[in-house]
């Protein structure tokens, strides 16, 4: 599968933006799908993730209750979308899928095969 990303940009503090991720090639309702982030010197980390199987949502403690990542089985892409942002969600977010249910490594960017190209959000104080 393949996968854009897409949605980003610069935004002040406190607004919002709605990242997508679309895949081509397999339909996402397979797939386990993730959104990470990796701000610039920092390590790649868990934002949000969305099970194949009965869709259960997760998320980082950083973006509980500000982000909400859903499924568009209709249009084949997986939508994060990011309120209340802040200067520290400044990043390149990157979404990634993995064709399993979610499970404790989901957390972890290792576990995914397929790999979206990022999109960077600024997010302005």
């Known amino acids: 599968v393949q996968l854009q990303a897409s949605g980003g940009g610069l935004v002040q503090a406190g607004g919002s933006l709605r990242l997508s991720c679309a895949a081509s090639?397999?339909?996402?309702?397979?797939?386990?799908v993730g959104w990470f982030r990796q701000a610039p010197g920092k390590e790649r980390e868990f934002v949000a993730a969305?099970?194949?199987?009965?869709?259960?949502?997760y998320y980082a403690d950083s973006v509980k209750g500000r982000f909400t990542i859903s499924r568009d089985n209709a249009k084949n892409t997986v939508n994060l979308q990011m309120n209340s942002l802040k200067p520290e969600d400044t990043a390149v977010y990157y979404c990634?899928?993995?064709?399993?249910?979610?499970?404790?490594?989901?957390?972890?960017?290792?576990?995914?095969?397929?790999w979206g190209q990022g999109t960077e959000v600024t997010v302005s104080s």
């Open positions: 990634a899928a993995d064709p399993a249910p979610f499970h404790s490594g989901s957390y972890y960017d290792k576990n995914y095969n397929y």
């Open positions: 090639g397999r339909t996402f309702m397979r797939y386990s």
């Open positions: 969305l099970s194949w199987s009965g869709g259960g949502t």
